[in-house]
């Protein structure tokens, strides 16, 4: 009963322990934005971004983003002989939970990570016993 026990303990520390997950976008237009999951420095948190091209194109980005860069407004520059003109302007909004920059509705899964190890742990405790 006590090796259960242990290994219910590390299997928690694991799924605790873990890095931030996050969806990550390079660029995005419009609707599109292509993600892929991705897992965050020490210091950063997920972001979704929003922002304006030429002020009629929406476009996003999602990834990790340092903390204090979180919820600023960034104009991204265009060097142009001496003069800079703006590209876009871009509204990073952050958040501090697993794959929290999802589209609106999706949840995260947190729960299911913990879960799964949860699960594992006992299965382990029965193979090794």
Do not use: W
């Not at 960034?74 to 590209?87: L, R």
């Amino acid at each position: 009963m006590n090796r259960v026990i242990i290994l219910f303990a590390v299997g928690l520390c694991f799924a605790i322990g873990q890095a931030l997950q996050c969806y990550k976008c390079e660029i995005g237009f419009g609707d599109l934005c292509i993600t892929r999951k991705t897992t965050c420095e020490e210091g950063e948190h997920c972001f979704s971004g929003v922002g304006k091209a030429a002020g009629f194109l929406d476009i996003k980005m999602k990834g990790c983003l340092e903390t204090a860069k979180c919820n600023q407004t960034e104009d991204v520059n265009f060097p142009n002989s001496g003069s800079n003109t703006t590209i876009y302007s871009m509204t990073k909004t952050c958040c501090n939970s697993d794959l929290c920059n999802a589209a609106p509705g999706l949840p995260g899964t947190s729960v299911l990570s913990l879960a799964l190890a949860s699960i594992s742990a006992v299965f382990a405790a029965n193979v090794l016993v």
